[in-house]
């Protein structure tokens, strides 16, 4: 059985480009793997809120140590990470929102990083933890950004690719539906962004 985590950043629902290429993703996953269970985390429903000083406290203080206001400020966190440990394959919805990720995908991937669980330092420099995972990236935006002059505009995947390989997952694929909002390209956009899935 196979476990699939589909983690949706954008607030605009059955409008939204990058949960209708997200979903797509998800299904032939599914028809691959027809066991697979789905766990669906709508960041715009459930906020996880930007780290705070007790966070980091509660973070860097030893499990054993905890007290239970330590516990509880880190229950969303712990509960975050669970999810992700427990993934065979990611698949997360990106809107490109002024060339970067949503801040909520942020507070996100800021409460998944944690040195000790999901990554750690030895002697050899840092390692990830999270391995043996594939992550897709259902990535939209309203113009082009896989080619052209406006490709250096694109943050967002660069980062992701970055950060998620800083945590051991390093088999990544970035799915496009680009275009949206050019004339004579967003009618296809989304076919072709579903037609280019592979899995």
Not at 79 to 106: H, R, W
Not at 163 to 181: K, Q
């Amino acid at each position: 059985m196979k476990n699939i985590l589909h983690v949706i950043s954008s607030p605009r629902g059955e409008s939204s480009f990058s949960i209708k290429l997200g979903n797509s993703i998800v299904e032939k996953i599914q028809t691959a793997h027809p066991d697979s269970v789905v766990t669906t985390t709508d960041l715009t429903n459930s906020v996880l809120p930007h780290l705070s000083a007790s966070h980091l406290a509660s973070f860097f203080t030893p499990a054993e140590q905890r007290t239970q206001e330590n516990k509880e400020t880190i229950r969303e966190s712990d509960a975050a990470i669970a999810e992700v440990q427990q993934a065979d394959f990611i698949v997360i919805g990106l809107p490109l929102y002024n060339f970067s990720i949503p801040s909520t995908l942020k507070a996100w991937i800021d409460h998944i990083t944690r040195a000790g669980i999901t990554f750690k330092y030895s002697e050899n420099g840092p390692e990830g933890l999270l391995k043996n995972k594939k992550l897709y990236i259902a990535m939209a935006s309203g113009g082009i950004y896989s080619e052209g002059p406006t490709q250096a505009y694109d943050f967002a995947t660069p980062y992701l690719k970055s950060v998620f390989g800083f945590l051991g997952i390093t088999d990544v694929e970035i799915i496009r539906v680009e275009g949206t909002s050019i004339p004579n390209v967003m009618e296809t956009a989304l076919e072709k962004g579903i037609s280019s899935i592979a899995v």
